[in-house]
C-alpha cells in the first residue's frame, strides 16, 4: 500500500458513524485493558469535564471486578461486548501492543472513535490498515504519543524549524538503565491467576504456557507482543525526531547488540546500538540495560547537533549549547594573518589552541524541572475528546504514529535480520528486499486474524 493511498482521506471518508455530539453532549467512553497505563487514562477521563467512563473490559476478571466495584459503570472480560454497545462514543485502547491493531480495527468498524496507546501497532502492516479503518470509517485516531502535547517538546521543535541551532547532521537518542544481573528474573510456567483469561490475553499471539513475565509490563520484552526497548520508548524519541526534522521515514536501517547482561527469560536485546541514515542526516539510537552512566546525567533523552548548536531535550528539562566561532578557523588563515602582521597571538610551536576571543554562534537557552505529566497527558486526551467533537484530526493522529513506529520495526527488522535495511518511505516498503517485507506482518493465531478492512 502506497503512502499516497494512506493519505486518501476526504474522498473516500465514509459518512460519519456513530452519535453526532454538540458542543455541550456528554462523550461516553470504554476503557480497554486495566494495567498500569491504562488506570491512569482512567484516572485522568473521570476527572475530564463533559466526560463519562460507562464501561471497562479486561482479560484479568479481578481488575474488572476491583474497577466495577469501586465505580458506577459496566464490566466485561471480552472486549468485544464493549465494540457491540450503541452508546459509546469512544475507546481507549491500553493493551499490549500485540492486541492495539486489531481491537483498533473492530472499534472503527464499530463506529467508534479511538485513542491508542503507542507504538502504534505490533507490525509495519498493522499500521497501514489501522490508516486504512480510520479513513474509511471517518473515525477520531489518537495515538498515545503524549509528548507531541508537552509545550517544551513543542517549543524545541520550533526552534529547530526556525534554524535556530543551524543545520543538523547528526542526532542520538537513547535509554539507560542498569537491571543486571537478574533483569525480568526467571519465573516458571505455571496456571494463571484466578479470573484471567490467558487464551484471550494471548490472542493473535502464539499459544505458550502462562509465565508472569510475559504478562503486565515485561511482555514488552517478548517478540510476540512486542520490539523491546526499539518499539517503547523509541517511538517517543523517533516521534519528537522526525517532527524536528519534517522526515517522513529513514532511507536505511542497521542494527547491532544482543541479549548480553541479563540472565532472565526474556527475548528483546538488552544492548542495542541502530543507526537510520535520512536525507541530509544521521539517528543513533542506544539501548543499555545494564549500565546506567548517563548522558548529560539523562537516564534517557534526544540530542540534536547543528552546526550552531548542540540542543538537548527530555522530559524533565532541555538545552541548547552553542557552538563558538573562530575568527581563524584554520591553521591557514591563522599563518596567513600572522604573516600580514595582524593582531593574531601566534605562540612558538603554532599552538591550535592560540586565544582568540569565542563568539558563540547561537543563543545560550533552556529550561529545568520540567513535568511531562499529568499535565500534558492531560491535554493530550483533552485534544482528543475536542476532536471527537468537532471531527478534527488530534495532534498525534493514527498517521503520525504510523511515521513514528515505522522506523522502530525497521530497525528491529535489521537486528533480526543481522544486516542493513533499506526503506522507501514513499511506497511504504522495503524495496527489492523479500525478506525484510515479509517481516512487514505477521502470522496470526485462529481465529483473531486481522481484520479485513
Not at 239 to 260: E, N, T
Request: charged share 25%.
Amino acid at each position: 500500500m502506497h503512502r499516497r493511498d494512506l493519505l486518501k482521506s476526504a474522498s473516500l471518508a465514509a459518512p460519519f458513524i456513530g452519535r453526532a455530539l454538540g458542543a455541550n453532549d456528554e462523550i461516553r467512553v470504554a476503557q480497554i485493558g486495566l494495567g498500569t497505563r491504562g488506570a491512569y487514562e482512567l484516572e485522568l477521563c473521570q476527572r475530564t469535564k463533559g466526560v463519562k467512563v460507562v464501561a471497562v473490559a479486561d482479560v484479568w476478571q479481578d481488575l474488572v471486578d476491583k474497577y466495577t466495584a469501586d465505580h458506577a459503570s459496566d464490566g466485561y472480560q471480552d472486549f468485544r461486548r464493549i465494540l457491540d454497545r450503541k452508546d459509546i462514543d469512544a475507546v481507549f485502547v491500553s493493551t499490549p501492543d500485540h492486541w492495539h491493531a486489531p481491537i483498533a480495527i473492530m472499534a472503527c468498524q464499530a463506529g467508534k472513535d479511538v485513542f491508542c496507546e503507542k507504538p502504534l501497532s505490533h507490525t509495519i502492516h498493522e499500521g497501514q490498515q489501522m490508516i486504512a479503518a480510520a479513513r474509511k470509517y471517518n473515525r477520531v485516531f489518537q495515538t498515545g504519543s503524549q509528548q507531541r502535547s508537552a509545550t517544551h517538546f513543542q517549543k524545541i521543535v520550533d526552534l529547530i524549524h526556525k534554524g535556530r541551532i543551524g543545520k543538523i547532521t547528526a542526532i542520538e537518542c537513547w535509554n539507560e538503565e542498569n537491571d543486571a544481573p537478574e533483569g525480568a528474573g526467571n519465573p516458571p510456567d505455571t496456571d494463571p491467576p484466578r479470573g484471567l483469561n490467558w487464551d484471550l490475553y494471548l490472542g493473535p499471539a502464539s499459544k505458550v504456557p502462562y509465565n508472569r513475565n510475559r504478562y503486565i509490563w515485561h511482555y514488552r520484552w517478548f517478540w510476540d507482543y512486542s520490539g523491546g526497548m526499539m518499539t517503547d520508548w523509541g517511538a517517543h524519541h523517533m516521534d519528537i525526531i522526525q517532527w524536528a526534522m519534517q522526515a517522513d521515514g529513514p532511507l536505511s536501517a542497521i542494527a547491532a547488540g544482543g541479549r548480553f547482561c541479563l540472565r532472565d527469560n526474556c527475548q528483546t536485546p538488552d544492548t542495542l546500538m541502530t543507526v537510520f541514515e535520512y536525507p541530509g542526516f544521521i539517528v543513533r539510537y542506544s539501548v543499555r540495560q545494564g549500565n546506567s552512566r548517563r548522558i548529560e546525567s539523562r537516564p534517557n533523552g534526544i540530542a540534536f547537533y547543528g552546526s550552531d548548536g548542540t540542543l538537548i531535550v527530555d522530559r524533565s528539562s532541555w538545552e541548547v549549547i552553542p557552538e563558538n566561532a573562530s575568527r581563524y578557523p584554520n591553521d591557514f588563515d591563522r599563518l596567513e594573518a600572522w604573516i600580514k602582521g595582524g593582531n593574531v597571538a601566534w605562540p612558538a610551536g603554532f599552538d591550535r589552541n592560540a586565544k582568540v576571543p569565542p563568539r558563540p554562534k547561537c543563543e545560550a537557552m533552556g529550561e529545568t524541572g520540567l513535568h511531562i505529566d499529568p499535565a500534558c497527558q492531560e491535554a493530550h486526551i483533552n485534544d482528543f475528546f475536542d476532536c471527537v467533537r468537532t471531527r478534527k484530526r488530534p495532534v498525534a493522529e493514527v498517521e503520525i504514529g504510523y511515521r513514528s513506529i515505522t522506523p522502530c520495526h525497521a530497525g528491529t527488522i535489521a537486528y533480526r535480520l543481522g544486516r542493513k535495511v533499506k526503506w522507501d518511505a514513499k511506497a511504504q516498503t522495503f524495496p527489492g528486499d523479500k525478506e525484510a517485507q515479509a517481516m512487514m506482518t505477521k502470522n496470526y493465531r485462529e481465529p483473531w486474524t486481522l481484520p479485513r478492512v
